[in-house]
């Protein structure tokens, strides 16, 4: 058999023999599958945007189907919040510097640097994604008001144990007034990071009088 005749036979057999077998990815479930969904959806969300951010890209980075992101996240406005706020949960972790000044201090610093870093470009690409996406902006209208509320009401029920503010100070939207106002200088002035000053004015002219007035107005 003529050479050039033999090298096509044997490209065409070795077309036709079998691919070996792939390990199969092990199963997951629960809150491994769903670390795993959040973490593809975060990615999407960084390198596309949101208007790049598909369920089946999604599902194909993190090795599952559709059918299973649907089943948690019912569409993707819905993931796309999930993601961020899982990120921004796991990078701005309650302090405690033993007073309320401090830990609102270091709070609003980690939160400040947070904001300005992929994790806030996340939240930024959200921001965007919402002015044409309805379903988006509700879900943003719907989380506003959380605002980091868990690591905020931790200090403040310390400050509160310490002493150093009254119970009535207790209330969601005064443990995060300060959180509010930072992510205005964010939405608002289009700071890229916001300068330290204004986290320390934010705090001693707004946060901590609004705290320590709490007590005198709840007795009238």
């Known amino acids: 058999m003529p050479q050039r005749e033999t090298e096509v036979t044997e490209e065409r057999s070795a077309q036709a023999a079998p691919s070996p077998p792939q390990p199969a990815r092990p199963r997951r479930h629960g809150a491994e599958l769903e670390d795993a969904i959040l973490r593809a959806a975060a990615e999407e969300l960084t390198e596309s945007g949101y208007a790049g951010l598909t369920m089946d890209r999604v599902a194909r980075r993190a090795g599952t189907n559709k059918n299973t992101i649907y089943r948690r996240w019912p569409n993707r406005a819905t993931l796309g919040i999930a993601a961020y706020r899982q990120l921004a949960a796991a990078a701005v972790p309650s302090p405690d510097t033993g007073e309320l000044r401090g830990d609102a201090l270091e709070l609003m610093r980690r939160t400040n640097r947070s904001w300005s870093s992929p994790t806030g470009g996340i939240l930024r690409a959200l921001?965007?994604?919402?002015?044409?996406?309805?379903?988006?902006?509700?879900?943003?209208?719907?989380?506003?008001?959380?605002?980091?509320?868990?690591?905020?009401?931790?200090?403040?029920?310390?400050?509160?144990?310490?002493?150093?503010?009254?119970?009535?100070?207790?209330?969601?939207?005064?443990?995060?007034?300060?959180?509010?106002?930072?992510?205005?200088?964010?939405?608002?002035?289009?700071?890229?990071?916001?300068?330290?000053?204004?986290?320390?004015?934010?705090?001693?002219?707004?946060?901590?009088?609004?705290?320590?007035?709490?007590?005198?107005?709840?007795?009238?």
């Open 127 to 220: 921001l965007a994604g919402a002015r044409d996406d309805p379903q988006l902006l509700a879900q943003i209208q719907e989380h506003s008001a959380d605002a980091g509320s868990a690591a905020w009401l931790a200090i403040l029920a310390r400050a509160v144990a310490r002493g150093e503010a009254p119970a009535e100070a207790l209330h969601l939207r005064v443990a995060t007034a300060a959180i509010v106002l930072l992510r205005n200088e964010f939405i608002v002035r289009g700071y890229p990071t916001v300068p330290d000053d204004i986290l320390i004015e934010i705090v001693d002219e707004v946060y901590l009088p609004l705290i320590r007035g709490r007590g005198a107005s709840a007795r009238f």
